[in-house]
């Protein structure tokens, strides 16, 4: 419970008042703007004073009256969907268009999608009814949007509430508004993207398929940290090489009776995405060595979720 004396503003650095407090133990702590454009914290036998900027200087916030315009979006759909796509965002400034995920409203159904060029990561849920939403609205979630929403969204089972004005986007979580600036630049045609033919599935169990990985890359290239998946009939074997590390081999044995085929992946890309793949089981799905791969979760609930991969020539 905060008690005010004294009315009043002022501009503090935000990260230095939070690692502050963070260390002090649970007691009464005082803000008291100081002399000299400087602010008091203090609390049982602590003092400190920390330099403030005018406050005139901070920005203005944007403001937005269209509460007609509110979008309902279910809670639990919204932090798996980020969950499932932030790790792929490019970090590539000069890809200004891809330095966020898109997101699709549509009535009864919505998506993210985020690409680095490399890999794709869409998912799509039809959970809960989008409360609010007539026509399809696109929007591009800067990074460090996404990354502030889930940690926003991580306790809680309250719907959230959006709204696209024309430079901002608002979200209204649990009391909190998180206002982010609209990237403006056209997403690529991700639907285009997502192969349409790969005719050859093989499914691992999830756990299983992450320890090898994760084992077979420890000899990977540090540059490329490829990994070659060699299927054959009912085995995968994965190896990796590399002229300064030396090589390894682990074999998977899997259901399956089609054509053999060897194609090479980055293991983080794959890691990554076995990391938030909510599922004992997970699907590959090729056509040959060349084409993108696609892998999705054997089991679902209530989203949709497709991950292409590239394929890497080593």
Known sequence: MASVVKGGSLTIPAKKLYEIVRALPETKIQIK??????????????????????????????????ESSLVSLPRAGLREMVTKTQFAITGEDTRYFLNGALLVLQPGKMQLVATDGHRLALVTTT?????????????ILPKKTLLELARLLTNGDKDVQYLAGENHLFFNVDG???????????????????????????????????SAIKRVALLSSERSKAVKLQISKDRVDI?????????????????????????????QYILDFLSVADSSGVQLHLKDEM??????????????????IMPMRV
């Open 239 to 267: 190896t990796s090489n590399s002229p300064e590390l030396g090589e390894a081999t682990e074999t998977l044995t899997i259901e399956y009776g089609g054509e053999d085929v060897e194609i090479c992946f980055n293991a």
């Open 176 to 210: 909190r508004q998180l206002i982010s600036r609209v990237i403006d630049a056209q997403f690529p045609a991700y639907e285009r993207v997502v192969p349409k033919s790969n005719n050859k599935t093989i499914e691992f169990e999830r756990d299983r398929l992450t």
């Open 291 to 308: 084409s993108q791969a696609v892998m999705t979760p054997v089991e679902s609930d209530g989203c949709d979720y497709t991950y292409v």
């Open 33 to 66: 703007e100081g002399v000299k454009g400087s602010v008091k914290v203090s609390a049982d036998h602590f003092d400190s004073r920390m330099q403030t900027l005018p406050r005139e200087d901070f920005p203005t916030l944007p403001e937005t009256t269209e």
């Open 127 to 139: 959970r809960e009814k989008i409360k609010g939403e007539e026509d399809e609205v696109k929007a």
